[in-house]
């Protein structure tokens, strides 16, 4: 299951973004850390984007995004929180 929000806002030469999203895995015939006295394997997790984009001219942009990643397993190999941030030029012909 993966459930999902999204707010977009837009203001002259300036967009944005903002979305959240929730998703919960069940493995009934799996086992964390595959031993079966540790428990049936299960995920749960979010993830939140923001994203901007400032158009310099009708065919150039730059834009900036950010992604934060929490996932929460049964199993801890899969178990993690990420933090990615990644900036670029947009060029149209």
Known sequence: NRYG???LY???????RVALHH???DYPNAFAF???TRGAKTYSGNDLKLKAEFAQTKSLSFWAEAVY???NST????DYNRKQIMAGISLDS
């Open 5 to 7: 929000a999204r707010v």
């Open 10 to 16: 837009a203001e002259g030469q300036l967009k944005g």
């Open 23 to 25: 998703w919960a895995r």
């Open 34 to 36: 595959d031993v079966s």
């Open 69 to 71: 990643t929490m996932q």
């Open 75 to 78: 199993d801890l190999r899969y």
